[in-house]
Each structure stands twice: as C-alpha cells, then as structure tokens.
C-alpha cells in the first residue's frame, strides 16, 4: 500500500486520538476499515507504526516521526490546493507577456490594465523587445503569450499565430515639418528618415525604395530604418526634435496631436497598415489568467471602427 495523503492523515488521527475506534469517528470512516488501512501500511512500510493494547494505540518512534511529519505534508498539501484554486480563480498567480513596441501600446496596454482591475492580485509581466523576438520568447515557454505584427513572425510548427484587426498607420512628424506645406509624393516622404522599429514585410519593401539611410538587415531578415528604435516613446520623442517621420496610429500620439506638437502628413499607402497577431504554443494548457486576458483583447478588438482601421 502506497503512502498517500489519506494514509498520512488516518496515521495522525490515530496517533492524536489513541483509539481505533474515536480516530474512525472522527475522519468518518469504519473502525474495522482503518485497523485494515493501518496493518497494511505497516506491511508495505515493514515497520510497527503503533502498538496495540487495552489501553489503546500508542504510536511507536516510526508512528511518531509519521504522524509529526505527516501533519506538516497534510497542512503544505492543504496549502497547495488552496493556492492552485486561487490560480484558477485569478486571485493570484502570474502572466508573463511579451510583445514588440507597437504591440505594448496597442492593444496590450488597455487589456492589461483592464485585467488588474479585474483581478488586483494578478501579477503580470509585460517583457518589451522588437517585434522579431516575439516568437523566439513565446518558443522558449518563458512568456505565456506574445503580441506583434503578423509580418515579423515566423512559421513554426509549434506556434499558433492568430491575426487581430489591422490598424492604420500615419506618418507623424514635428509641426512645421515640410512635408507639412502639401500632400507629398513617395519621392518627397522617402527623402526624409524613418524613426522605427525593424521592419518586415510591405513597409519593409515600401522604405527600400529609397529612404533615406536605411538598409537591409540580412541577419535578421528585416530592413533597418534610418533611426530604429523599439520604443514608441523614444521614437516619439526623437520625430518631435528631428525631421525624422514616425509611423503610428494616431491614438498613440492623441496627446501630442491635441497640443499641437505633432501632425499627420499628408500621405497614404497600402504598406501603411499594420495587422498585429497573438502568438502562443500550440501543446501548451494556457492559465485562467491567460485566457481572460484573450478574452478582454477580442473585446477590445470588436469595439475598435473597422473605417478607422481600413
């Protein structure tokens, strides 16, 4: 008879009452059923765990050092369940996410921040890189989830890669920036750099026309802009003191659009959408937390103007 969680517990109450017959009343099994339990235990251990008299049971050293130890494996067991309830409750417990820039900004910013007010006791870890490393971290089982532009992924048998909404990019710039003055040709935009992430796929052909200071990344299979940087921030900060153009979604510059600081230039084309997707592994359980998570990111997506987007 194997040593298990119930055998522990009857050894304990038997040892904390002295009796067969008040330790069956108590855990609410038979008498005859624990003396078996019992005996078979001490068969299978090859050890006496109690000795038997009219006076009762009275452990021996091995009934003693069971019971003792016993109690605390009862008590970290009990503690373990509770704990894994709490996880799949999401009162407690950890998603681990990692994501390009663009990504971090939209849409994982607002389904973060939703999901800590739903769940406070949740930690969360948001691991920002560029938007090619995504699926490399998702691969690796450190991150739990991973959200970047669907062109910067790769195909691997192991990945699930689901596409969400596309979203419109703009070329930002700093007010008074000649691009300003009309509506610019490609000639005219390409002759100004680019502030950005590494680019794949349509905008990574459209910036090899000719931008200005760009090249071809062969290492990593992307084309380098004139300033490539993974931050939506520093990107901003730097288009706001150069003549650099940014592109972004104009929610993510809202504040900088309303006070004046920045602006759209006038200019429009196809490789200037953007589809972000959700990267997971595909033999891997995801957490309560996770899946919420989900949840919350296809609500945020069914709110979002598709014309907005187009």
């Known amino acids: 008879m194997k040593l298990t969680l119930r055998l522990i517990e009857q050894v304990a109450a038997l040892a904390d009452c002295g009796n067969f017959a008040k330790a069956a009343e108590r855990l609410g099994i038979s008498q005859p059923t624990l003396s078996r339990n019992i005996a078979s235990l001490e068969d299978d251990l090859g050890l006496v765990l109690f000795d038997r008299g009219h006076s009762g049971a009275h452990p021996t050293v091995f009934g003693e050092l069971l019971a003792s130890r016993g109690q605390r494996v009862l008590r970290e067991a009990g503690a373990l369940h509770d704990e894994l309830m709490a996880v799949a409750g999401m009162d407690t417990g950890q998603l681990k996410l990692i994501a390009g820039p663009y990504s971090v900004e939209d849409p994982i910013a607002e389904a973060v921040a939703r999901l800590s ?139 900088d659009i309303e006070a004046g600081h920045v602006a759209a230039v006038d200019f429009d084309a196809p490789e200037l959408r953007g589809l972000p997707a959700v990267v997971r592994l595909r033999e891997r359980t995801l957490t309560p937390a996770a899946l919420r998570f989900l949840a919350i990111v296809a609500d945020i997506e069914a709110g979002l103007e598709d014309a907005a987007l187009a």
């Open 117 to 255: 007010n739903e769940r406070p006791g949740l930690r969360i870890r948001i691991t920002q890189v560029g938007p090619d490393e995504v699926s490399t971290g998702v691969l690796s089982r450190e991150h739990e989830l991973g959200i970047g532009g669907i062109e910067s992924q790769f195909a691997h048998e192991q990945l699930i890669i689901e596409p969400l909404k596309p979203r419109r990019y703009h070329l930002m710039c700093r007010s008074g920036h000649p691009l300003l003055a009309g509506r610019p040709t490609l000639e005219q935009v390409l002759a100004f750099p680019l502030v950005t992430v590494l680019l794949h796929g349509r905008a990574a052909e459209l910036v090899a026309r000719g931008m200005r200071a760009a090249y071809v990344d062969a290492d990593r299979a992307g084309y380098s802009p004139a300033i490539e940087v993974n931050s939506v921030d520093a990107a901003r900060r730097i288009m706001r003191r150069t003549d650099a153009l940014f592109p972004a979604t104009l929610a993510m510059l809202a504040p």
